[in-house]
């Protein structure tokens, strides 16, 4: 169907007299057939029996309370959707809904996985980025030589660095900050880095390469 069932919220989990009365007394084989109807009573009545089932496997296995309410709603959804998954004869409906549960949160433990994965590879750029900043202007000389060779770099070059070191940001954040994409901005502070060592060298300051 095109329209989605309102699951009651685990905050009020109460269903409705004319739910219980229609319903209190079917087997959870029933219920399903007759969610397969669309009777929205039986889906609110099979959430009752077993929602708090569902939301304790969730939450034991994600160790969240949102995210385990966000996994129940989905496998009632699912119910709702494809009532004829369940079959009776391979076991109970709490336990195919939590069969349900643990796929669903093991794929959500994965993406969790897979977000903290690309955060701390995001930390670790930003945290390389933020040295080689430090190694290339700051160990090169003095501030005051620093700045009076910043002059003599293009405005472009000027800016990326002054944000980058002088502000500290990353150098996402000093894209944003002049509008411009994160690889040019990169390329900028490269040239910027090289012209910046070879006037300070020129002046007799400063490291050689390495």
């Known amino acids: ?36 109807r669309y009777h929205q009573q039986a889906l609110a009545e099979a959430y009752r029996r077993h929602a708090g089932a569902v939301f304790g496997l969730a939450k034991r ?26 079959d009776p004869e391979r076991g109970s409906l709490r336990s195919f809904l939590l069969a349900n549960t643990h796929g669903r949160s093991v794929d959500v433990l994965r993406a969790n996985t897979s977000r903290r994965h690309r955060e701390d590879r995001d930390a670790r750029q930003t945290a390389e980025s933020g040295y080689d900043i430090d190694s290339e202007v700051w160990d090169l ?11 003599g770099l293009h405005d472009g070059e000027r800016a990326a660095i002054e944000l980058a070191y002088f502000g500290g940001l ?41």
């Open 141 to 151: 000389t003095m501030a005051a030589q620093v700045r009076e060779a910043l002059a």
């Open 61 to 86: 296995l994600l160790g969240d309370h949102a995210q385990a309410e966000e996994v129940v709603q989905e496998i009632f959804l699912r119910l709702w959707n494809a009532p004829d998954r369940f």
């Open 170 to 210: 990353t150098y996402r954040e000093v894209a944003q900050q002049l509008g411009e994409s994160e690889g040019t901005v990169k390329s900028r502070i490269r040239v910027g880095l090289k012209r910046l060592r070879g006037s300070l060298q020129s002046s007799g300051v400063g490291r050689g390469d390495h």
């Open 1 to 36: 169907m095109n329209t989605h069932p309102q699951i009651v919220s685990l905050r009020n989990p109460d269903v409705s007299t004319t739910t219980r009365d229609d319903f209190a007394d079917s087997s959870d084989s029933g219920l399903v057939v007759a969610i397969a």
